[in-house]
């Protein structure tokens, strides 16, 4: 359930890339009800379009628009038209998140012997498909800046804010070409941040950890409702013992975005993770 935000986005336009995500549909709502004329981008349409017009009844500014976020040409005449409905982009949320499972380790360690037994390791895992997921992770990061943070330069000022995750600095289990795609995600950003710091740009991350949502739910809670092997590791790994809530990602949202609060803040990440990533498990 999504808290109350103060309307002070009004007519700020906000480019949420990526918004085919759980976490960014639901940032894309409460950006519209804080004022925010919203551009919900994405290359698939799946509940998107859906979600946009769910925002429009309400009295709020959102709009779907496709774009093969691989292209850059595809992104650019995407850039054009939002430019056309709402303006340029004053905020732009990138919030990219791709897996596959045919690209993780059936186990969190090698044990000898694994090569040969019927067991999906490391050495088995695609390199195409761990290509693809740093493509859809990150690629696509760069081409979205590329093409929106031009509305921000040349004096105008802006914020881009990247969703990344906990695993950017501890890499989880069993997903090596994921949690490598959010640690290249983190160190971009504090290399955009230092090159737009001469122009009124800052550039800031999120790191959730576990969050409970529709998507991952069936994979924490078994069909009696009682907790997955992995839920228990998560859950005793997380000092708040609890798994975070997207709602919980609006606050630092609203803050990073906000230039008079976070006027001195670029090239940071604020961890959203219950303590996940300050706790070394001894």
């Known amino acids: 359930m999504r808290f109350?935000?103060?309307?002070?986005?009004?007519?700020?336009?906000?480019?949420?890339?990526?918004?085919?995500?759980?976490?960014?549909?639901?940032?894309?709502?409460s950006l519209a009800e804080a004022g925010a004329k919203v551009a919900m981008?994405?290359?698939?349409?799946?509940?998107?379009?859906?979600?946009?017009?769910?925002?429009?009844?309400?009295?709020?500014?959102?709009?779907?628009?496709?774009?093969?976020?691989?292209s850059k040409k595809s992104v650019e005449a995407t850039?054009?038209?939002?430019?056309?409905?709402?303006?340029?982009?004053?905020?732009?949320?990138?919030?990219?998140?791709?897996?596959?499972?045919?690209?993780?380790?059936?186990?969190?360690?090698?044990?000898?012997?694994?090569?040969?037994?019927?067991?999906?390791?490391?050495?088995?895992?695609?390199v195409e498909k761990m290509t693809n997921i740093f493509d859809l992770n990150f690629k696509v990061t760069i081409i979205s800046c590329q093409e929106f943070a031009k509305d921000m330069v040349d004096g105008r000022g802006g914020n881009i804010v990247n969703i990344s995750s906990a695993c950017s600095t501890l890499p989880y289990t069993k997903v090596p070409s994921y949690s490598a795609s959010k640690a290249s995600l983190?160190?971009?950003?504090?290399?955009?941040?230092?090159?737009?710091?001469?122009?009124?740009?800052?550039?800031?991350s999120i790191a959730p950890g576990f969050l409970l949502t529709?998507?991952?739910?069936?994979?924490f809670y078994n069909e009696y409702g009682t907790p997955s092997a992995r839920c228990s590791k998560i859950l005793q790994a997380t000092p708040m013992e609890r798994f975070g809530k997207i709602s919980e990602l609006f606050g630092p949202l609203m803050f990073l975005i906000n230039d008079e609060m976070a006027s001195f803040i670029t090239?940071?990440?604020?961890?959203?993770?219950?303590?996940?990533?300050?706790?070394?498990g001894v």
């Not at 949320?93 to 360690?109: I, L, P, Q």
């Not at 090239?267 to 070394?280: H, K, L, M, P, R």
């Open 4 to 29: 109350c935000l103060d309307r002070n986005l009004k007519n700020k336009v906000v480019v949420v890339a990526g918004a085919n995500s759980p976490i960014c549909q639901e940032i894309a709502i």
């Open 214 to 219: 529709k998507q991952n739910e069936k994979i």
């Open 79 to 126: 850039h054009k038209l939002i430019v056309e409905d709402f303006g340029k982009c004053d905020i732009l949320v990138n919030g990219f998140d791709f897996s596959d499972n045919d690209a993780r380790t059936d186990k969190e360690y090698y044990i000898d012997g694994d090569l040969k037994n019927d067991c999906f390791t490391f050495f088995d895992v695609s």
């Open 41 to 70: 981008v994405d290359s698939s349409f799946s509940k998107i379009d859906n979600i946009s017009k769910v925002i429009q009844e309400k009295g709020y500014n959102a709009k779907f628009y496709f774009a093969d976020m691989l």
């Open 267 to 280: 090239g940071t990440c604020i961890s959203v993770d219950g303590g996940f990533s300050a706790y070394s």
């Open 186 to 204: 983190e160190n971009f950003t504090k290399w955009l941040a230092v090159y737009f710091s001469k122009s009124n740009i800052r550039v800031n």
